[in-house]
Each structure stands twice: as structure tokens, then as C-alpha cells.
């Protein structure tokens, strides 16, 4: 783990993107991950070129990758500096794609669309609110709820997951966002922060909405055929606020807020995460784990393009052609200028298999291919990110560069303890409002309004995500 926190300016640093990849041309991917800039293989030596003995566990069997063995994959990418992704990009331009698919399992549109406009929802309002664990005898499950809510802008209903923080405090609000599934249940149930003891103690209110697929978190310019409406950008700042503070009466009381808001992403959501505090004041501080925060480079646009097809939507529906004003309006390392005088926190691995990921994988080769790739081109989008924060002033940036990992849940779960603390040392802190409840619906079906707070408790929070397919 390399960490480093500075407030002051960096020497410049190489910009870089992040790709996503294509089945017909994985071929052309794994040999560029042979050729370019990779020393040959080799079991002795030490420092950064040599290679992770613990990556070539024996216990893992060796599978193939269009005729590539998965340990000689493993050990490739474990060695020397990050593999540039404009050549890998360029290898894949090579046999005739300047638009390509990414590989892995999350390549499908859904049965039918996402979402459709009702036309009877003409405003924002809480339809209900009920436990999201009403099975769970751990009081610290009861602060944990789902929200059922309309939005005007989308015309539609939204799930969303609040999870209270512990009673007795007016604490700060943190929107945890997604990746490209946006499933639901989020990521946050199940295990990405509500399963960590320690983040279910911190002082925090974290809102987790469901439901936006491929939507990069954004307003798009047309509804789209198989994504539906998306506005998440209003639905995020101008409509769920309001619903958060006003609770529903007879059910749930509001989120004991104070007034201060951060946001913390993952892969897809990282970009939009860093993207909501770069244009938006209400956020005061922001953590993007694994994300790619350009729009405008080859890498960016073809992140961003993916991320809409990796579900089935048309890009041009969500920013329209490219180059056009949206597409420049969410490019952060092009204009990072509203991060000053913020808390940002950035991570990313630099994609290398170690002996991690073949204990969990190892036998999926696809995986460790697609996971390779998207975190490669993480690591350098986020280098090149601390590369433009250099010049914005005031930021308290913490970076922390991870030396082996793919793009994953079990990279993105040892992000959310460090990430949310960062973000919370720009806000402002809890105060005490003397009550000895949340005001959760769980504690009213459990008889216990007018208890003491629950603290302490690890609780029954799910496990480590989705570790089948790349947690984009």
C-alpha cells in the first residue's frame, strides 16, 4: 500500500485514461499485455521488476485465455511499470475496432427497460419507508432502511438505502454511489461499508440510491430506449435532500442531519462522485476508488461510452455526440478547479494479479482479464487526476496507490474505512441533539422507541459484494 497526504502542490505526473475491452479483440489485449513494456518473466530478483512468488500459488489451477495460461497472465502483469493503456488501446484499434465491447459477464442489455416515464408522478415525495433487514434481531441493523421515493424529473420510482447514523447526533450525510450494475441492493448492504463495525459506528448518515445501471450517475440530454430517463445529477442535488429532511410521518422520522454533505464513489460512481463535488458546493468533501475521471481523451470517452453499453444504452442519449458540451462539462482532470478548499480522497490499484485475486479467481480467467485492464486504466486516470489537483489550491488530497489488485469488490471494500474518514475530516462534525433514538422505522416495528442507542455491535451486514464479475 503506498499512501501519501498533501495539501500543497505535486510535480506533474503522466495523464492517462482507462479503456474497457473487446471479446473478438482480447487476443490482441493479452499479447499487448506480453509485448509492451513488459520485461520477460522471471522467478528471482527483487524490486518493482520481479515477480510475487505468492502469485503463482500452487493450489490455483492454470486455465486459459485464448490460448494464454492464467498464471502466465498472472505473472505478466506483475511485472514492471504500468503497461500504458493507449497502446493496449492502440492493439485493439489494430484489428479494426475503434468501438469496441468490453469482455465479462455484465455485456447484456436487460430483458426489458430499466425505467419508464409514468406520467401520474408529477412530484418528489416518500412513497414509504421500511427496515432493510426486518428479519435482523442486531439493533444497529434497525438504522438501516429502504426508502421508496418518486422523482419528478425521471417520472419514476426510486429504491434508496439510508442508514443512519448512530442516535443521539446531528452527523453529516454521505451519498455512496455505485458501479455500472447499480444494484440492488447496493453494494453498501452488502458488505462494502454496512458489514464493517467500524463504519457502522462513525458518525455518518450514508444514502445509498439503487436502480441507475450505466447511467454514469448523470442528467442525460434523452430518455433512452433500454436505460430509460435518468436526471440523477437533479435527483441528487435538488430532490432527495429535501425528502431526507422531511422523513414520512406515521413511519420514519427525518435523517438527523448537520447540515454538511459528502459523496464517495466506486468505479462508475467514482467518476461521478468526484464529478458532483467538482460542480456542486453542497459537497464538501469526496473519496472515487477505482474510478476514470476524464471524458474527453480516447480513454475517457471510451470508459464512458462502455459503461452505457455495458447495459444496453446509446452514450449519444446520455451527453450526445461526442465532443459536444456535456461530454466537457463532466472531463474533471480537464477543470478540477471546484475541488479547492475540499477533501478528496483517491485510490487504485495498479492492476497487477497477485495472490489475491488468483485465490479468488484464478479460475476465471475473463475476470482477470477485464479486471486487469479497468484497473490499469484506473491507476493512471487517477494518477493523472493528483497530476491536475497539483495546481487547484487548498485541496486536502489523500492518495493511496495499491501495488497489486484488479477492479473488483475486494479492492473497493478496503477503500471505504479509509475514505469515508477522509471525507468526514472536511466536514463538519456531528453535534449532539440529546435524543436517545434515530428515529429509524426498524426501532418502531422493534418496540423500541425511547431506548438507548445501540452501539458496538458488528451486526449481520452481508459479506464482500458481488466477487463473480468486475464490480464496475
Known sequence: ???????????????????????????????????????????????????DPQSVAPSVAPGSLFGVPSLSLAAATQLGAPIPLTAVLGSLGMVGSSDF???????????????????DITATTVRSVEPLFPASTDEVDRRAEVWTVTSESMQREVRVEVYRAPAGVDAPNMYFLDGVGSESPSGWSGGMGWGDPRLRQRAVNVVAPTGAPSSMWSDWEEDDPVLGPNMWETFLVEELPGLLSTGLEGAAEPVAHNGDWGVLGVSMGAASAVHLANTNNMFRGVAGVSGAYSTMDALGYQY??????????????????????????HDTIANPAGLSGKSVYLSAATGRVGSSELGRFGSNEMVLLDGHVLEKGSFESTRALESALAS???????????????????????????????????????????????????????GSLGSATSSGSAGSGGGTGSLGSSGR
Open 101 to 119: 465491447a468490453r469482455p465479462g459477464s455484465s455485456n447484456s442489455a436487460p430483458a426489458e427497460p430499466i425505467a419508464t416515464r409514468d406520467p
Open 304 to 329: 464512458a461510452r462502455l459503461t452505457v453499453a455495458a447495459r444496453g444504452g446509446d452514450a449519444t442519449n446520455m451527453w450526445g455526440p461526442r465532443g459536444a458540451e456535456p461530454w466537457r462539462e
Open 392 to 446: 487547484v489550491p487548498g485541496v486536502h488530497l489523500q492518495m493511496n496507490y495499491m501495488p497489486t489488485g484488479i477492479h473488483n469488490w475486494p479492492v473497493f471494500v478496503t477503500e471505504m474505512l479509509p475514505g469515508t474518514d477522509h471525507i468526514l475530516s472536511g466536514l463538519a462534525p456531528a453535534t449532539p441533539n440529546g435524543r436517545t433514538t434515530t428515529g429509524a422505522v426498524g426501532e418502531r416495528a422493534a
Open 1 to 51: 500500500m503506498n499512501t501519501r497526504i498533501f495539501s500543497g502542490p505535486r510535480p506533474p505526473r503522466t495523464r492517462g485514461g482507462r479503456r474497457r475491452s473487446y471479446p473478438v479483440a482480447v487476443a490482441a489485449a493479452v499479447a499487448a499485455l506480453s509485448v509492451i513494456g513488459v520485461p520477460a518473466v522471471s522467478a528471482q530478483g527483487s524490486g518493482a521488476g520481479s515477480l
